[in-house]
């Protein structure tokens, strides 16, 4: 997940691990059993690595556990279900113009906040305005409601609110959104927390300093807060004027772990229901019945510069692509807790491949080593150079704060040596300075020639792994795809023009058609080396039953009506 539309953030291997494990997250309990009593229904969840989070302001929530906690007491227009599928939830339904650019939200009736203010379209409108104003200095906001009509000009300070511009109310129960393109994956933007509806009258009695008093209101969620004791826990209660299903649960309680240790040492004496798996235990517990391991939407990869040879060469490109046994990797560096794939969109998500295959046209994960060999002595045949002697030097940039990421470059190199016969260079660098590069790398044949990068899904569309990452100037397009005079540039600039069309489909399967026949050919030209999709590896209380596992490591709020613990 990157949080700043115009730099990649490459996260560390170990910590993409600690981050997957540290998130809320449904364990899926089936077996029958015996309803606990009414004063029993509590449960208690850790958040790891922190000792507070960092906003319950949902405007700015970024990271995961802040989410978490927005996402127990306020609600947006829509949200995602377990299966990562765009629902109602103040909306009732909603509808798109015939020109793509205007979506109407009609909301459910007699919704409340959670001290039974009434909750209209204007507050809709107000807590969409508010999370774009330049004063709101959210992160997220100008990411996930870019697409709204003129937010560039408010953000920039040329007009003054998007209300009656973009925004409209035309009855207490109707808003109207206007976009400026057309964007089928809008309402999946709409699901991010920085759109949430926030209650005005508390904000205008205590300015930024609401998110403390969230007892008396602010929210229209499944969840009230009950206290919230910084850096130690906060306590939830049910809503009693929730617009759904009402939750069975009586509390529950997010309590701070700074380390991982203790969580799983508080979860072992019952201190707790929910703890991630520590690597050194990570064996042992795999064994144990309340162990679970969840395909996350996220996907380790290498990428690299089109503009630096040899890397502007197909040939050359997918020789190295090739060379790489995943499966080997996957247990050797990771120990079985991520997933090797030859995929860009992740396993769990909507519009993802089954039939997708590598560059070889098959599905092997285990690489192509005689292919591999065959291909690169083309790509040295079609640049002229007689022999692996005349390649440019090759360097392998990753991020230096991680050694696991250090044993997974040592890995590949290990291969691409052994396959190919090629040296290639180990570049570890410190984490800022591998971003700062990577940004500079666009439009850059003077850039970084070769790196390690992450993505995990700030919106489960497949236009957020497609479009956002390939097409011609997006900010996270640094490998230059599309954007260079190689010896297949045409093909490549004509798989962005698909992606383009397909963002402004509004059929879904054939907008899923059409993404995945693009992701296709992204693969055969090694936009992205992918190596692997990251899992959350987790034990959750038997007792726990109703907890759905699923790909976004979250819970809709729907999903509360149908928790509780069992007699233990």
């Not at 208690?44 to 906690?69: E, M, W």
């Not at 990771?334 to 992740?346: D, F, K, M, S, Y």
């Not at 666009?442 to 790196?451: K, V």
């Not at 599309?482 to 600039?493: D, F, I, R």
Request: with cysteine; aromatic share 10%.
């Amino acid at each position: 997940m990157r949080h700043h539309k115009a730099i990649s953030t490459i996260l560390t291997f170990s910590l993409l691990l600690l981050l997957s494990a540290c998130d809320i997250f449904g364990g899926g309990n089936s077996g029958p059993g015996v309803k606990a009593a009414t004063d029993q229904q509590v449960l208690t969840l850790p958040l790891i690595g922190i000792s507070d989070i960092a906003t319950f302001d949902p405007a700015l929530a970024a990271d995961p556990d802040s989410i978490s906690a927005v996402q127990m007491v306020f609600t947006g227009l829509v949200q995602l279900d377990d299966q990562q599928q765009v629902r109602p939830q103040l909306a009732e339904n909603w509808s798109v113009s015939p020109d793509g650019l205007s979506w109407t939200f009609h909301l459910k009736q007699h919704v409340q906040f959670s001290d039974s203010t009434p909750l209209t379209s204007y507050d809709v409108a107000y807590s969409i305005d508010r999370a774009l104003q330049p004063a709101t200095k959210s992160t997220v906001a100008p990411i996930y409601l870019g697409l709204i009509r003129d937010a560039d000009k408010l953000l920039n300070g040329s007009i003054s609110t998007l209300i009656n511009d973009s925004l409209l109310t035309p009855d207490p129960h109707t808003i109207i959104i206007q976009t400026s393109k057309k964007a089928a994956y809008f309402p999946s933007m709409l699901a991010h927390p920085s759109s949430y509806v926030v209650e005005k009258g508390l904000i205008n009695r205590f300015g930024a300093n609401f998110t403390d008093h969230l007892v008396d209101g602010g929210g229209a969620g499944p969840f009230r807060v009950q206290q919230y004791i910084h850096g130690k826990e906060i306590d939830f209660t049910a809503n009693p004027t929730y617009y759904d299903a009402q939750p069975q649960l009586r509390r529950v309680v997010f309590t701070f772990f700074l380390q991982l240790a203790a969580a799983y040492n508080a979860y072992m004496r019952g201190a707790v229901d929910f703890t991630g798996v520590p690597l050194t235990t990570f064996a042992s517990d795999k064994q144990r019945g309340d162990f679970h391991q969840v395909a996350q939407l996220g996907i380790d990869y290498y990428t690299m510069n089109y503009l630096v040879k040899p890397f502007d060469n197909i040939d050359i490109r997918q020789a190295f692509a090739l060379a790489i046994d995943k499966t080997t990797i996957a247990q050797a560096v990771w120990n079985g807790t991520a997933l090797p794939t030859n995929h860009i969109v992740p396993q769990g998500m909507s519009g993802y491949n089954p039939n997708l295959a590598g560059p070889d046209g098959t599905q092997s994960l285990q690489g192509n080593p005689q292919l591999a060999s065959a291909l690169l002595m083309k790509g040295l045949q079609a640049e002229g150079w007689n022999s692996i002697a005349q390649m440019p030097p090759i360097k392998l940039t990753y991020a230096s704060n991680a050694s696991s990421a250090a044993a997974e470059a040592t890995a590949i190199i290990a291969m691409w040596r052994k396959t190919l016969g090629v040296t290639v260079m180990p570049n570890p660098l410190p984490y800022t300075t591998l971003l700062a590069q990577v940004v500079a790398a666009t439009d850059n044949p003077q850039g970084l020639q070769m790196w390690g990068s992450t993505w995990a899904a700030e919106y489960p569309d497949p236009q957020d792994f497609l479009t956002r990452q390939f097409d011609t100037g997006t900010p996270d397009n640094n490998m230059n795809y599309g954007q260079n005079s190689s010896n297949n540039a045409t093909t490549q600039q004509a798989t962005q023009q698909k992606l383009e069309a397909a963002d402004a489909t509004f059929q879904p399967q054939a907008r899923l058609q059409a993404y995945q026949q693009a992701e296709q050919q992204l693969v055969n030209d090694v936009a992205w080396l992918p190596l692997e999709q990251f899992t959350q590896v987790y034990l959750l209380k038997p007792y726990v039953f109703g907890l759905k596992e699923n790909a976004q490591g979250s819970v809709p709020p729907d999903d509360w009506a149908n928790i509780y613990i069992l007699q233990h």
